[in-house]
């Protein structure tokens, strides 16, 4: 089992930068595929950026270009750099971890953007 521990949301004007951090514990970090998801208000979560235990990554199509995921195994840490944010990139943010179909969620940060 693994814990995770998500950081670095706030309140960011539009065009403004954000870093997330989500830091696990209680388990072999590097096993696991690593992403981040997203729920704003009225709408179902999503996924936004997810690196495998290979270091593949894939993106939302909207985040494509501002987005980036990256993981330190050694850190046992996932970040997700968000730049030139937008309103509507306003949500919860999660960090999820996913081994062999069991998944591990973080308690979420808020992400606000708004002038």
């Known amino acids: 089992q693994v814990q995770l521990m998500e950081s670095g949301g706030g309140l960011v004007q539009p065009g403004g930068s954000l870093r997330l951090s989500c830091t696990a514990s209680g388990s072999a970090f590097s096993v696991y595929a690593m992403g981040w998801y997203r729920q704003a208000p009225g709408k179902q979560r999503e996924m936004v950026a997810r690196v495998s235990r290979g270091g593949s990554k894939d993106y939302l199509e909207s985040v494509k270009g501002r987005f980036a995921i990256s993981r330190d195994n050694a850190k046992a840490t996932v970040y997700l750099q968000m730049n030139r944010l937008q309103p509507e990139d306003t949500a919860i943010y999660y960090c999820?971890?996913?081994?062999?179909?069991?998944?591990?969620w973080g308690q979420g940060t808020q992400v606000t953007v708004s002038p």
């Open positions: 999820n971890a996913n081994y062999l179909g069991q998944a591990f």
